[in-house]
């Protein structure tokens, strides 16, 4: 059965930091790039980053750009979103998923976990 599982969610002041944790299983997950989403309420899902399979290319979308780091650890088949300078507007569920190929939009993606809650306060 192939499995996403995130963790490291919480609560958090805003310009703090968070490291959110995506492992797989059931799959050879580290042929798969792999990317992360978040969805605010009341808003649609959005792209956050992604990673190729060899984590030699990442991608960000131009909210998180300079603050977040996305890398993987092909060893363990988890992929890490490192979250710094938080802000309120950060808050969301975020999502990770595995793609064939790096892709920015959700429908590009084939497995997704079930999310984490991510909540900045000011």
């Known amino acids: 059965q192939v499995q996403l599982v995130e963790s490291g969610g919480g609560l958090v002041q805003a310009g703090g930091s968070l490291r959110l944790s995506c492992a797989a299983s059931g799959r050879a997950f580290s042929s798969y790039a792999r990317g992360w989403f978040r969805q605010a309420p009341g808003k649609e899902r959005e792209f956050v980053a992604a990673?190729?399979?060899?984590?030699?290319?990442?991608y960000y979308s131009d909210s998180v750009k300079g603050r977040f780091t996305i890398s993987r650890d092909n060893a363990k088949n988890t992929v890490y979103l490192q979250m710094n300078s938080l802000k309120p507007e950060d808050t969301a569920v975020y999502y990770c998923a595995a793609s064939r190929l790096v892709a920015h939009r959700e429908d590009e993606y084939d497995y997704w976990g079930q999310g984490t809650q991510v909540t900045v306060s000011s």
């Open positions: 990673i190729s399979w060899g984590g030699g290319n990442t």
